[in-house]
């Protein structure tokens, strides 16, 4: 019913910049917080940033400063901007949106997840 499709992802030097979008399609009726979580080799997920609809955010300490969340209400898209990443930000990017439906259900939805990798 819902898909959450990321792209952007890929190999970048340490203190490049990379952009990254998920973009949601489907049955949705309006879109509450989204996310950006990420999980590296040998490692539990870990939430890098959210910005809920009315645009607030909230960071992981490790990139405050380096990484901005945004997104855009009609396209039904969040980004996330890379700036100055570091080699132990390589890591799976993984979307994350609460959607509610058309039928008014409500449900966490996660994207396939996007390769970054930085290297020095």
């Known amino acids: 019913q819902v898909q959450l499709l990321e792209s952007g992802g890929g190999l970048v030097q340490a203190g490049g910049s990379l952009r990254l979008s998920c973009a949601a399609s489907g049955s949705i009726f309006s879109i509450n917080a989204m996310a950006w979580y990420r999980q590296a080799p040998g490692k539990q997920r870990e939430l890098v940033a959210i910005i809920t609809r009315d645009g607030d955010t909230n960071y992981a300490d490790s990139v405050k400063g380096r990484f901005t969340i945004s997104r855009d209400n009609a396209k039904n898209t969040v980004y996330l901007q890379m700036n100055s990443p570091k080699p132990e930000d390589t890591a799976v990017y993984y979307c994350?949106?609460?959607?509610?439906?058309?039928?008014?259900?409500?449900?966490?939805?996660w994207g396939q997840g996007t390769q970054v990798t930085v290297s020095s």
């Open positions: 994350n949106a609460l959607i509610k439906l058309i039928s008014g259900h409500q449900y966490t939805y």
